[in-house]
């Protein structure tokens, strides 16, 4: 589900390969993310790491045929479900190199969380983005600490509850990407961002970062924990029960207004 690469220079490059779903977050995905942030943490000689996804998007979110499974499933499947995410967003979000995000395509629920734990994140011009979770019944929840902590509460609450879609324009204006550029320009853009890290000190980069995460919004235990918390709280409601149904009988929610 993953291809985890690291050329001569340290450069890893952790690429999502999910295409055919859209690099949609199913559990062998959030597992082998996982494990690959503790296998590159692990390897001092991993000097920056680029994050990207394989085929036509970034990242489309959740899988939902995944989600429903847990919804079924009993309260000790809902937590081992929602602690995996949030212990893989955590890994990410962690880990003493770097991380670079290459966004393109589409970059939904999840997949702005992804971008979230970047420490840069570099679009394509064309990408759409969205915290689409409401539309299904659902909340952003254990994304919703790393979301908050880019975008701060006042960028967070235009986009966290309306599952409005938006460009990369507005994300970049919003905090989630640094830039934006063409398509054909994106590995250049990105390679731009590597190449400082090349001349600084491993572990003088590693020590500033965990100093900048020390100074920034508290993301500990108890945070986690109630982002899983209300993850699983959402998922026995009626709300996601409904949109969840609604999404895979090709129908609109219940709650759906025409305009």
Request: glycine share 8%; charged share 20%.
């Amino acid at each position: 589900m993953i291809e985890l690469s690291v050329d001569d220079r340290g450069v890893a490059k952790l690429v999502l390969a999910r295409p055919d779903k859209h690099n949609a977050l199913s559990q062998a995905l959030i597992d082998d993310l996982r494990d690959a942030a503790a296998k590159i943490a692990a390897d001092p000689d991993i000097r920056v790491v680029v994050l990207a996804g394989q085929g036509a998007s970034f990242c489309a979110g959740g899988d939902l045929g995944w989600m429903r499974d847990q919804m079924a499933g009993d309260e000790a499947m809902k937590r081992a479900a929602a602690s995996s995410i949030a212990g893989m967003l955590g890994a990410l979000n962690t880990l003493p190199q770097p991380v670079i995000g290459r966004v393109h395509g589409n970059a939904f629920g999840g997949g702005v969380g992804m971008a979230c734990v970047c420490d840069v994140a570099v679009a394509a011009d064309h990408v759409k983005l969205g915290l689409t979770e409401t539309r299904l019944g659902l909340i952003p929840a254990t994304i919703g600490p790393y979301v908050l902590a880019r975008l701060g509460e006042a960028h967070a609450r235009r986009v966290f509850m309306s599952s409005r879609v938006f460009d990369a324009a507005e994300a970049a204006a919003l905090g989630i990407v640094a830039r934006v550029v063409p398509a054909d320009e994106l590995d250049t853009a990105v390679e731009a961002e590597v190449a400082p890290y090349l001349q600084c000190a491993p572990g003088a980069v590693a020590a500033a970062k965990r100093f900048a995460r020390s100074l920034g919004p508290l993301i500990d235990e108890d945070t986690v924990t109630r982002s899983i918390d209300a993850l699983i709280a959402q998922w026995h409601s009626a709300d996601a029960a409904e949109g969840i149904s609604a999404f895979f009988e090709k129908r609109k929610p219940a709650w759906a207004v025409t305009s």
